[in-house]
T-cell receptor, first 113, second 115 residues
Framework: GDSVTQMEGPVTLSEEAFLTINCTYT??????LFWYVQYPGEGLQLLLK?????DKGSNKGFEATYRKETTSFHLEKGSVQVSDSAVYFCALKTNFGNEKLTFGTGTRLTIIP | DTEVTQTPKHLVMGMTNKKSLKCEQH?????MYWYKQKAKKPPELMFV???????INESVPSRFSPECPNSSLLNLHLHALQPEDSALYLC??????????????FGPGTRLTVL
């Protein structure tokens, strides 16, 4: 079945550091890939998405590129801020099977000033 | 309007109470979802409504009863819950249930505590 694997957290970085959160997937067909962010005490917000191979999603300085050859969708940001502290979920959705949104386990990110 | 709203924000209930969670969206979306999220875990799908009809029930206990009165509203009726049902309940909506590109928009959630 479909699955998403995210790097284990928690991740702690200093402000202005470079961020990478790894995400790899297994899916039938051609999934769309998503990054959601959950700030403390809140619901999930869609951060960015990509719907086909080599697409790059970007938003608020975050980027992720859909790599079909490595089945990856790693999240990157060049310079993180304290306000980026949150839990980040990688997710996929396919056109086949149960058509559900499949989430990774989430990565908790803490940025220290 | 591009948001999903949920009420109440917090709810504390006893095991014999009956309560309801409400969700509303005005984006014209035809699919609506209920998720349950425990601490430090990803959301788990509970129910999916598509065009106001229940299309997916993830073997959720009958003490949770969903209802979709119209295309903008989604309710979750709660009765005889257990303490292990305490969690964050998230509502989401999408343009359509089908299609890999249809992203889901989430509400802020209701934090439920069962005593």
């Amino acid at each position: 079945g479909d699955s998403v694997t995210q790097m284990e957290g928690p991740v702690t970085l200093s402000e202005e550091a470079f961020l990478t959160i790894n995400c790899t997937y297994t899916a039938t067909g051609y999934p769309s890939l998503f990054w959601y962010v959950q700030y403390p005490g809140e619901g999930l917000q869609l951060l960015l998405k990509a719907t086909k191979a080599d697409d790059k999603g970007s938003n608020k300085g975050f980027e992720a590129t859909y790599r079909k050859e490595t089945t990856s969708f790693h999240l990157e940001k060049g310079s993180v801020q304290v306000s980026d502290s949150a839990v980040y979920f990688c997710a996929l959705k396919t056109n086949f099977g149960n058509e559900k949104l499949t989430f990774g386990t989430g990565t908790r990110l803490t940025i220290i000033p | 309007d591009t948001e999903v709203t949920q009420t109440p924000k917090h709810l504390v209930m006893g095991m014999t109470n009956k309560k309801s969670l409400k969700c509303e969206q005005h984006m014209g979306h035809r699919a609506m979802y209920w998720y349950k999220q425990k601490a430090k875990k990803p959301p788990e799908l509970m129910f999916v409504y598509s065009y106001e009809k229940l299309s997916i029930n993830e073997s959720v206990p009958s003490r949770f009863s969903p209802e979709c009165p119209n295309s903008s509203l989604l309710n979750l009726h709660l009765h005889a819950l257990q303490p292990e049902d305490s969690a964050l309940y998230l509502c989401a909506s999408s343009q359509d249930r089908r299609g890999a590109y249809n992203e889901q928009f989430f509400g802020p959630g209701t934090r439920l505590t069962v005593l």
